[in-house]
């Protein structure tokens, strides 16, 4: 079992930078593919980035390609997610997950969940 907790959220302006950590619990973070996710009020989870298991392959959604980057540190058992550029429809709750799936998009694939981290940009 992996348990996720998320940092780093917070107020930012538009066209500012933000760093998202996730650390991990357990022995077995090397084995998972990792992710992380994000939900505005009203609207439904959404991709926003994921990693392999080494860290040799990143995918990530269109609203976040050339703007977002994620890493992993398997040694820290920790992920991060880098954020630049960033516009104000970003602002979102921002969650890291973990799934034994490649090139997982879907959140029903994921099987553990950070409890999120707040991220709001203004404009």
């Known amino acids: 079992q992996v348990q996720l907790v998320e940092s780093g959220g917070g107020l930012v302006q538009a066209g500012g930078s933000l760093r998202l950590s996730c650390a991990a619990s357990g022995r077995t973070f090397s084995i998972y593919n990792m992710g992380w996710f994000r939900q505005a009020p009203g609207k439904e989870r959404e991709f926003v980035a994921g990693?392999?298991?080494?860290?040799?392959?990143?995918f990530y959604g269109d609203s976040v390609q050339g703007r977002f980057s994620i890493s992993r540190d398997n040694a820290k058992t920790t992920v991060y997610l880098q954020m630049t550029s960033l516009k104000p429809e970003d602002t979102a709750v921002y969650y890291c997950?973990?799934?034994?799936?490649?090139?997982?998009?879907?959140?029903?694939?994921?099987?553990?969940w950070g409890q999120g981290t707040q991220v709001t940009v203004s404009s």
């Open positions: 997950a973990a799934t034994i799936y490649g090139q997982a998009v879907n959140p029903k694939e994921y099987v553990y």
């Open positions: 990693i392999r298991r080494s860290g040799g392959d990143t």
